[in-house]
T-cell receptor, first 117, second 112 residues
Framework: EAGVVQSPRYKIIEKKQPVAFWCNPI?????LYWYRQNLGQGPELLIR????????DSQLPKDRFSAERLKGVDSTLKIQPAELGDSAVYLC???????????????FGPGTRLTVL | SQQGEEDPQALSIQEGENATMNCSYK?????LQWYRQNSGRGLVHLIL?????REKHSGRLRVTLDTSKKSSSLLITASRAADTASYFC????????????FGKGTHLIIQP
């Protein structure tokens, strides 16, 4: 079974430029998460989707960040414009409500490392 | 979800020794999960222990949960170089598909 796929793996941009990250969750997983991980810290949740609906976006900085999950499968996270403080690793994870006893288990992708210059 | 606090923040041991790391949290939970993150990689789920469980094993991993003390421990026995990673706990007060809140983790280094 393929894992969570993210692209690109690395991205370097100048401040004020836009950037987008893409995530393809595990097939059949209805829940998708975006996390941001700063250096030396644990991941922090940005947004959670149940199918195509964003059910928790309370931590998403909505002035510059946006996300979508069309058709309840792939998802894109966008930053426009990027700031120096946005440099971090952006992780995507997915889980399935129907996967039995371990419905709370989240499966993470390798992340996209963003550097803003 | 609430944030767990891992202790110690860093741990260095010799290969073959056992490694123990702890997690404390503040309010009641439904379950607590442990994840591992190797350098430059995503998190990998290790084990989930529910609030009505006291101990759980998975291979060389042993997790305990003490809800009265609001704490959990992760024991890795017979450590290997490949165990070098950061370990995070995630106490989950919600359920189902709630987002998780992670602390800073324990950075474990296994010396050859």
């Amino acid at each position: 079974e393929a894992g969570v796929v993210q692209s690109p793996r690395y991205k370097i941009i100048e401040k004020k430029q836009p950037v987008a990250f893409w995530c393809n969750p595990i097939s059949g997983h209805n829940t998708l998460y975006w996390y941001r991980q700063n250096l030396g810290q644990g991941p922090e949740l940005l947004i959670r989707y149940e199918n195509e609906e964003a059910v928790d976006d309370s931590q998403l900085p909505k002035d510059r960040f946006s996300a979508e999950r069309l058709k309840g499968v792939d998802s894109t996270l966008k930053i426009q414009p990027a700031e120096l403080g946005d440099s971090a690793v952006y992780l995507c994870a997915s889980s399935s409500y129907y996967q039995g006893p371990s419905t709370d288990t989240q499966y993470f992708g390798p992340g996209t490392r963003l550097t803003v210059l | 979800s609430q944030q767990g606090e891992e202790d110690p923040q860093a741990l260095s041991i010799q290969e073959g020794e056992n490694a123990t790391m702890n997690c404390s949290y503040k309010t009641s939970i439904n379950n607590l999960q442990w994840y591992r993150q190797n350098s430059g990689r995503g998190l990998v789920h290790l084990i989930l222990i529910r609030s009505n469980e006291r101990e759980k094993h998975s291979g060389r991993l042993r997790v305990t949960l003490d809800t009265s003390k609001k704490s959990s421990s992760l024991l890795i026995t017979a450590s290997r170089a490949a165990d070098t990673a950061s370990y995070f706990c995630a106490p989950n007060s919600g359920g189902g598909a709630d987002g998780l809140t992670f602390g800073k983790g324990t950075h474990l280094i296994i010396q050859p």
